[in-house]
């Protein structure tokens, strides 16, 4: 069942998605060259005890820390170690969130590392946001769930093709539901299924988080012994950019950008929501 919220509790989730976006800030900062994934890591703790939140993700089916630290070819939920050395060149993935008054926020960035980075690399991160930028555009009233997964895949399929020969869309993990818990009701794939059917509507309250994630390669994943760590099956580099979208009565709030979506959205042609706690 899908959970709606009312406009008292999109703000709360407003709240604790404006604490993702100073994660992010913050993360971004220490996302340099020597720099350990267990720095990225202390940071993002720092920053929630500084606005009294809770970390979703700590102890999240027994996950050991307080972010996700992906680098180069791993896809998602890499834990953040002091034997993992940010290197010159590398790409990390940083997927976070946060808990304010038991209302939810979750939001994932791909970052460059230092110097040198391929054309490539910088077009796999491009289109992987782009993507997810096109799946919030979707998010209208009267349009169903579909319509954000077929407007996921149809940015990605547009673009050029890389020379591994296409993007590999990845298909184990896709975005989600999220308001009164981190992880909810529906399963939002990055691709179009047809035996799945064109999922629920969307209507004022609905809320999704949107999290594309694109390989230089394969689509195809496999799990690492530690039971988290996901890498792709061909070694390939993955990107991954995700936010908490809520849909008002007057449009979608992007509840874990900072300015709310606004500015990108009106590159999109659509007027953000106003933002409930500005």
Excluded at 15 to 27: Q, S
């Amino acid at each position: 069942m899908v959970e709606i919220k009312t406009p008292e509790q999109i703000a709360k989730m407003r709240e604790a998605g404006l604490v993702v976006a100073a994660i992010h800030a913050a993360t971004r900062k220490v996302a340099v060259p020597g720099a350990t994934t267990k720095d990225l890591d202390d940071a993002a703790r720092k920053v929630l005890a500084e606005h009294g939140a809770k970390s979703n993700f700590l102890g999240y089916g027994g996950f050991p820390a307080t972010i996700c630290t992906s680098v180069n070819d791993v896809v998602v939920h890499g834990i953040p170690s002091t034997d993992t050395v940010l290197q010159d060149g590398d790409i990390i993935s940083i997927d976070c969130g946060a808990i304010i008054d038991g209302w939810h926020g979750d939001a994932a960035y791909t970052a460059f590392v230092g110097s040198g980075h391929s054309a490539e690399l910088v077009e796999l991160s491009r289109v992987t946001e782009e993507s997810m930028w096109a799946g919030i555009a979707a998010v209208a009233k009267g349009n169903r769930l579909v319509d954000i997964s077929k407007a996921i895949e149809g940015y990605i399929r547009r673009q050029p093709r890389p020379s591994s020969g296409k993007y590999g869309i990845v298909e184990d993990y896709g975005g989600h539901g999220i308001g009164s818990q981190m992880h909810m009701d529906p399963h939002l794939l990055n691709y179009v299924d047809r035996k799945r059917g064109r999922g629920p509507k969307l209507v004022p309250g609905f809320c999704i988080a949107i999290e594309p994630m694109v390989n230089l390669g394969t689509a195809k994943t496999h799990v690492l012994d530690d039971d988290w760590t996901v890498k792709s099956n061909d070694g390939s580099w993955s990107s991954h950019w995700e936010h908490s979208v809520a849909l008002t009565e007057d449009g979608p709030l992007v509840l874990t950008a900072p300015d709310g979506g606004k500015a990108k959205l009106a590159e999109l042609g659509i007027t953000a929501a106003p933002d409930p706690i500005a």
